[in-house]
């Protein structure tokens, strides 16, 4: 998966790029050790990758020593694959001769039909007489409807007092704005998580329902969090949207990869300053 992140690496303008720093630290020249180890949560499924190198690499000023351009290797030949001959086919085995037909048997000779007796004619039944139209009865006249008496208006409660607050609370309300909960920083990293698996899907060139999918599960995680805890929330969901619309009508696969690059730098310093407040 790191490894993948090559495709997105400048060799033309070599240097730290958030959505290459975990292809250059995995190929960093002078890194001789490596420590790589990975845990799940049972709870969500979630997979954490961790991985330390010694000497540490994506040193500022030394990508172009340490990051090697690609090589082309040319395949081997391994000269020509004896081919096994066909097997013979079989000998096809001889028809078997037809069953003698059976004699026909002699038609049965016809039973005479009996003959029919003659059928008597119907009696004409009489002609009703016609049933006499009742004579219809007057509508009753509409009773009159009385009127309602109107109802009394309401007497006006005064209105509450407003409470004075002291002065020690509005300093704790705002002491208490502008803090994330761990909760919801849990979801912004969930979120960043997710974007790298977009970038995973387009480079698998994974069907384009399944990647559209997993885009509004992204968006329907940070739904959760609140407005006013997280003052991007709006702008990071039309980033979202903006792609699904781009996947949809068939952008190409390395301009989507390159704008989810993007949202995953901003979300990065975001989330970085959340961890420094």
């Not at 086919?89 to 048997?105: H, Q």
């Not at 999918?213 to 995680?221: D, E, P, S, Y």
């Amino acid at each position: 998966m790191w490894y993948n992140e090559i495709f997105l690496y400048d060799y033309n303008n070599p240097g730290y790029s958030s959505a290459t720093g975990h292809f250059t630290t995995l190929i960093w020249k002078s890194s001789i050790q490596y420590g790589i180890g990975f845990a799940i949560n049972k709870d969500t499924l979630d997979v954490v990758i961790t991985m330390n190198t010694s000497p540490p690499g994506n040193i500022i000023g030394t990508f172009e020593d340490n990051v090697l351009p690609k090589m082309n290797i040319a395949p081997i030949d391994t000269g020509p694959i004896n081919e096994p001959e066909p097997a013979p086919e079989p000998a096809p085995e001889p028809a078997p001769e037809p069953a003698p037909e059976p004699a026909p048997e002699p038609a049965p000779e016809p039973t005479p039909e009996p003959t029919p007796e003659p059928t008597p004619e119907p009696t004409p039944e009489p002609t009703p007489e016609p049933t006499p139209e009742p004579t219809p009865e007057p509508a009753p006249e509409p009773t009159p409807e009385p009127t309602p008496e109107p109802a009394p208006e309401p007497t006006p409660e005064p209105a509450p007092a407003p409470e004075e607050k002291d002065s020690d609370e509005d300093e704790e309300e705002e002491e208490e704005e502008g803090v994330m909960e761990p909760e919801y920083i849990m979801q912004v990293s969930k979120t960043i998580s997710g974007l790298y698996e977009c970038i995973q899907m387009l480079q698998n060139r994974q069907p384009a329902y399944m990647i559209r999918n997993h885009l509004l599960q992204l968006a329907n995680t940070v739904r959760l969090i609140p407005d006013e805890v997280f003052p991007e929330k709006m702008s990071l969901l039309s980033a979202i949207y903006n792609l699904i619309s781009m996947i949809r009508r068939r952008f190409a696969r390395i301009i989507a990869i390159r704008y989810v690059a993007n949202i995953i730098h901003k979300l990065e310093l975001l989330f970085t300053s959340l961890h420094t407040a």
